[in-house]
């Protein structure tokens, strides 16, 4: 006898249901020869320390055979979580490593977050539009998503947080948007979860990428503020990684929050993968204590500044007639909103990838699938001349969509 197909199981079934075919499009793009790919968010590769991790890598193996190659404890490498406390702490902001849950990437923190906190059916309340690898770690559990308006004149954070099972946010440079969610904004965002109990994820890999100004206080010091003396003990759930600061392919990312929730976090994570590798916390340990972040952060601020540059300068030359989006002061994406409400960027797609360029249309960010109307531009992957040559593409998709909508 046959098994069942997946697909006929209820729980899978529920769950594909409300996944969004073109996100499988635009993940597979990278895979494409020729194509050029603005749709992903990857960091470009020629900024990777790749002589310096090589020697670290060599060096931990060789110091620490039995921890980098045995099992490690569940919530991290006691040094790597002792020096993220010390990275992110201060007299205002108390840390102790009881604070720091050191996760498989980011996208573990996500996971996590979602076992933990989210009941099947239950409310997010999501900064919108959102990032799509949350959408897609909450999935399973089918959840209901109310979209935060943050960015809204008169936006009530104590009513859009009320009744969450908690709130997500990515205050720096957004990813889809690249936005920056102002002080104001973060510090009713924080009184709101103090307020209402509602926790309050604030997931950031993008804080670092700052091309121009200064960076803004996180909304983990805000909360921290108003309850200052002790080891943090608020609602607020802070979420790093390397992935953007050094390399992805380290997969090393931390959650710092209330011990309490670290102690939850910990227990859904021994039954997710038991332990991050001990090779890479080792390698991160190093790296934080080398400082190998401020070494190359020089290098991939020029980069992506010059790229940013670039990419907004052919997008005016190529899409003004057809695209509004503001220039980006951090992160990896420009937001373009299609000045005629009536054009669908779903439908934009294979126009797209026919011409040769992917990027990422804006239904895959929101959880109801229903915002056709934008385009996320990834502008970090790749050099200025193939970003000019991708606008261009997408300019000439542009044009053979209004020549053959169908
Ligand atoms: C907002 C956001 N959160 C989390 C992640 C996951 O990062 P990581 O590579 O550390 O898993 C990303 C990656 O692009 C992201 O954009």
């Known amino acids: 006898m046959s098994s069942q197909p997946i697909a006929a199981r209820p729980a899978f079934a529920r769950w594909l249901a409300t996944t969004n075919d073109i996100t499988r499009t635009f993940l597979a793009a990278g895979r494409i020869p020729g194509l050029i790919n603005m749709a992903g968010g990857l960091p470009a590769a020629e900024t990777y320390p790749v002589a310096e991790l090589a020697a670290i890598a060599c060096d931990v193996v060789a110091a620490h055979p039995q921890e980098v190659l ?9 040094e790597l979580r002792d020096a993220l406390a010390a990275r992110f702490g201060s007299d205002a ?3 102790t490593r009881a604070n720091v849950l050191v996760t498989s990437g980011g996208m573990q923190g996500l996971d996590l977050i979602g076992k933990v ?19 897609d770690a909450w999935r399973p559990r089918a959840p209901t998503f109310r979209n935060l308006m943050i960015e809204d004149a008169g936006f009530d954070a104590v009513a859009a947080l009320a009744g969450a099972q908690f709130a997500y946010t990515v205050p720096n440079f957004s990813n889809p948007t690249g936005r920056l969610v102002g002080v104001e ?5 924080v009184d709101a979860a103090h ?33 200052p003396s002790g080891p943090y003990d608020g609602p607020v759930i802070y979420m790093g990684t390397l992935s953007k600061e050094i390399a992805p392919g380290l997969r090393i990312g931390w959650i710092i929050a209330a011990p309490e929730m670290i102690a939850a976090l910990t227990l859904a994570k021994q039954g997710s993968d038991l332990c991050t590798s001990g090779l890479t916390q080792r390698v991160a340990l190093a790296a934080l204590e080398v400082g190998l972040i401020e070494t190359v952060q020089p290098r991939i601020l020029a980069t992506y500044r010059e790229r940013r540059d670039a990419l907004c ?13 503001e220039v980006p002061v951090g992160g990896m994406f420009v937001w373009a909103t299609a000045r005629d409400p009536s054009l669908d960027t779903d439908l934009l797609l294979p126009h797209a990838m026919a011409a040769g360029v992917c ?3 804006s239904s895959v960010f929101d959880a109801s699938g229903l915002n056709r109307r934008a ?19 997408l300019a000439q998709a542009l044009m053979t969509m209004q020549a053959r909508p169908g």
């Open 359 to 361: 990027v990422a249309p």
């Open 93 to 95: 902001l108390p840390l």
């Open 375 to 393: 385009i996320r531009i990834n502008f970090t992957l790749n050099e200025p001349a193939k970003l000019a040559e991708g606008v261009r593409r």
């Open 185 to 189: 904004a973060r510090q009713a965002l």
């Open 313 to 325: 300068g052919a997008m005016v030359e190529h899409l003004g007639g057809w695209f509004d989006w």
């Open 195 to 227: 307020r209402t109990g509602t926790w309050l994820v604030e997931d950031d890999p993008y804080g670092t990428l700052h091309y121009d100004g200064a960076p803004l206080p996180r909304m983990l010091e805000l909360s921290a503020r108003s309850r």
């Open 70 to 78: 045995g099992y490690g404890p569940v919530e991290g490498l006691p």
């Open 117 to 135: 906190l989210l009941d099947d059916g239950g409310l997010i309340a999501g900064q919108f539009p959102t990032y799509l690898g949350a959408l």
